[in-house]
């Protein structure tokens, strides 16, 4: 009868997570309806696993045993007395994956004979046409302050919780067949932007949500902090942070590949500055649609309109203008995280999803990223699987069509098949990501080494 | 089996998903929440709480779970109309009840009796339901809509009589209910997190020390894992003070409520008799806390030090916090404690908490 019993607790990650977007709740009846609803939810679907988990061992022997049975009739039944068809080779399933154009078969004959052919805009240039144009505005800073920055287009970066990470120190893979598989190029500079979202919890952008949004961003940037993960973050009112030094590493895109006309990134903490709009662009789907829609399911959908406003995009332009400006980055080489995050191991795209929609390039003074070829694609031969069709709902970015018929194309140009190209380009990947990962392992063990003889 | 990348992300978005439904609740929710009630049903007093007019702000009422049987006449219940004390007829008897009847036994030089006893109905009580549904009835306003949400307060099942506390329970609902109420109870440690663990995310112990007993619930994130109670309170001590001093226990609670310092030393037998029954009451207290922690194995992992909250009018007396947390200090207390603190309002924590609950589950 009482309203309060004990339950199952979530895991201890979830359990942070509740308690820190509980501390952002001020009214304690709030407070107290989003710890039980988070808790009972979970609580509920813990109870419907071991349910799940209790029918699946007492029914699971009992199951199996029927279905041999019946098996067993039905194959007798079929083939009564000739034995069951054997000797077949055993066929190892390859994971389900989706491509945006149907490949045709591997062309053998001449040259390019049969292949697809391009449109011309789709062929050439692969990336944007004016790579590398840099914005030729002129700005600079008009005041400094102990905890702020004044710039002559209006940019306001805070300073306060700057702090430091590692020294920006990387390698860049220059293009080009026969450099492809050469080492890598030790650099340090500063060669593009990558957006992302914090993906994290919002208030509703209403008046007297005013100390919550604040608290909830406060809370968020001595988290972000923490795990140093961004070099610039926009609250958001449109305030900008800068949380870490610009010639620092910041941990925001461990996994991602971009290119451009001259060299492959494939370590962008180092490579790239991280700015990150608090908002999201992905919603959660009600749990109980989940449940009833079967395990391939996404949890997500993306966002109709998303929570990031106006105001934090004047101040995300004013600040990509500085940088551009600062460091001469090309258009081409500022991107929505999500079209660079990979998951190199099964090598897919869209690891991470963030921006992966609705990012206003037009705003931004830079081209339309979405419908340019992706680099994983085209380069390493990465694909995407069932999960992220889903979660796009077949709509993927144009630039994926138009990156896998870059593929059949170049396929097509060495007779062979898009698979076998695209296994080949794979391997590539590997080497490369390989030899990044043992020479990062080893630079680090020596920097451990010198600073151990220093002290 | 370990959990699926999808199972994480489930549970994540389900965490999200929570907390926007809650961040943006419609303003109907919230003023449905708003006609909720809290009671504490303790065993001296019954404590009855709603919202106020100011924000965040709260309204308390309460009354004394005491009555007097004194015989009918028409002088005494035109002298009890004059008053304005409550009472009803019962035969040949008027049973006073409430504040009023402290006040006629003090003039009678007679005892109160209670309703309840230990923290439950008092059994050995014929009228106690009666006497319990006079005081409700006159504390606890109809309500504004039917089915309006109230929790009230019941104490944790004491050692080995869960039963009774089963029974106290539905009376009590079927009272409440019966006025127009969906009534749900909570239990009464419960609620002094509810009312005092706020910034702590509903996490540490709760403590309410009242007349009958004192209960212990240890909460983390709003979700009990240890609650229990000791049958030694307030009433404990009266009795035990002037079973030692003879001296009647209405004065002896009369000396406790109203000029004990246990920081200060006792200046006659009645205060050192109290000092003696207090150590006692809390080191039972303390023990039966650390007794409970050692032999649950349903204890979070916890990486913080906890809180500890008293409340309760057996916790009022100045220096009961000091002895409380000598000690804690003393024994080997399985759990890192942050802080002791007393509650902001002692006497109205348990009835601040119900409201709390009453407002979440409306």
Known sequence: ?455 | MGKTRKDIEKDKTMINQAFEETVNESYDEKNISRKALGVDIGTSKTVFAKNGNGNGSRDYLSQRNAFIEVEYSKFTEKILKQNEIRHYRLKDSIIVYGDGAEVFANTLNQVTRRPLKNGLLNANEVNAIEIIRGILDDLIPDPEEENAPLCFSVPAAPQKSQSDIIYHEAILKRLLDDKGFQSKSINEGMAVVFSELEKENFTGFGISAGGGMCNVCLSYLSIPHISFSISKGGDYIDDAVSSVTREVSTRVRSIKENKLNLLNDPENEIEDALHIYYDDLIRDLVMTMKKSIEETSRIPKLSIPLPIVLSGGTAKPKGFKERFENYIHQVDFPIEISEIRMAKDPLNATANGALIAAMYAG
């Open chain 1, 1 to 455: 009868m009482q309203s309060f019993h004990a339950k199952d607790l979530p895991p201890e990650n979830d359990l942070k997570k509740i308690e820190a977007l509980a501390c952002s709740i001020s009214d304690p009846v709030q407070k107290l309806r989003f710890i039980q609803r988070a808790i009972d939810q979970y609580h509920e679907k813990s109870r419907l696993r071991r349910a799940a988990a209790r029918l699946h061992s007492s029914g699971y022997l009992a199951g199996v045993g029927l279905f041999l049975i019946l098996l067993c009739g039905a194959v007798m039944l079929v083939f009564p007395f000739k034995g069951i068809p054997g000797n077949h080779p055993q066929t190892v399933k390859e994971p389900q994956v989706f491509h945006a154009v149907s490949y045709p078969e591997p062309v053998r004959t001449e040259k390019n004979s049969s292949s697809p052919r391009l449109d011309q805009e789709d062929r050439e240039p692969f990336f944007s046409p004016e790579t590398p144009k840099y914005l030729d505005k002129l700005i600079w800073m008009v005041e400094k302050t102990d905890d702020a920055e004044f710039y002559s287009n209006r940019l306001e970066i805070n300073t306060k919780h700057t702090i430091e990470n590692v020294p920006r120190g990387y390698y860049l893979f220059p293009r080009g067949e026969e450099a492809f598989l050469q080492q890598g190029v030790f650099a340090g500079q500063i060669n593009g932007i990558l957006y992302h979202a914090s993906e994290s919890d919002v208030f509703a952008y209403r008046p007297e949500m005013t100390q919550s949004i604040k608290e909830y961003s406060r809370l968020l940037i001595r988290y972000l902090n923490k795990k140093k993960a961004y070099h610039y973050f926009i609250d958001r009112f449109g305030k900008v942070y800068r949380l870490i030094r610009e010639d620092h590493a910041a941990f925001h895109s461990g996994n991602s590949i971009w290119a451009d006309d001259r060299f492959f990134y494939l370590d962008l903490n180092h490579a790239f500055i991280g700015i990150c709009f608090e908002g999201k662009d992905f919603e959660a789907i009600d749990p109980s649609r989940i449940q009833s829609n079967g395990e391939n399911q996404p949890a997500i959908v993306p966002m109709e309109r998303s929570s990031i406003n106006e105001a934090q995009l004047i101040s995300g332009k004013e600040l990509t203008d500085w940088l551009r400006v600062k460091y001469k980055i090309p258009q081409h080489n500022c991107i929505p995280h999500g079209l660079a995050s990979v998951n190199p191991y099964d090598q897919l795209i869209g690891h991470h999803l963030d921006l992966s929609h609705g990012f206003p390039f037009g705003f931004f003074e830079i081209s339309n990223k979405y419908e340019e070829p992706i680099p994983a694609i085209t380069e390493f031969g990465f694909t995407y699987d069932n999960y992220f069709m889903e979660i796009f709902q077949g709509k993927l970015w144009p630039g994926i069509s138009l990156s896998e018929k870059i593929l059949v194309m170049r396929a097509g140009e060495k007779q062979m098949s898009v698979a076998d190209y695209r296994k080949l380009l794979n391997e590539r990947f590997k080497k490369v990501f390989l030899w990044m990962r043992d020479k990062n392992a080893k630079d680090k063990q020596d920097r451990a080494g010198l600073d151990q003889e220093r002290s």
